[in-house]
Nanobody, 118 residues
Framework: VQLQASGGGLVQAGGSLRLSCAAS????????MGWFRQALGKEQEFVAA????????PYADSVKGRFTISRDNAKNTVYLQMNNLKPEDTAVYYC????????????WGQGTQVTVSS
């Protein structure tokens, strides 16, 4: 599956952004979708994921209560609503797809920059 992330930008601390990730293909609802991020000079980290039917949505502790992942299978799109943003959320955000029986994230989008100013 091909992925195209969008929605990044510059926002002040306490603000909100919504990231979108559009996927190609006819079997989008069979994929687990995830968001990851990588800050400058740091390792990539998991942010959130959502199962094909949306019944499970694990989050990293650092974003729980502030970020919400969702998906619209009719639009082949996954979203990441980010509220109460903090400077430490500054990173390039990537969406990824994983087959429901796979243990690895096989497909990645190009990344979108999120910058939170203090």
């Amino acid at each position: 599956v091909q992925l195209q992330a969008s929605g990044g930008g510059l926002v002040q601390a306490g603000g909100s952004l919504r990231l979108s990730c559009a996927a190609s293909g006819r079997t989008f609802n069979s994929y687990i979708m995830g968001w990851f991020r990588q800050a400058l000079g740091k390792e990539q980290e998991f942010v959130a994921a959502i199962t094909g039917n949306g019944d499970s949505t694990p989050y990293a502790d650092s974003v729980k209560g502030r970020f919400t992942i969702s998906r619209d299978n009719a639009k082949n799109t996954v979203y990441l609503q980010m509220n109460n943003l903090k400077p430490e959320d500054t990173a390039v955000y990537y969406c990824a797809a994983r087959g429901s029986r796979r243990s690895t994230w096989d497909d990645w989008g190009q990344g979108t920059q999120v910058t939170v100013s203090s």
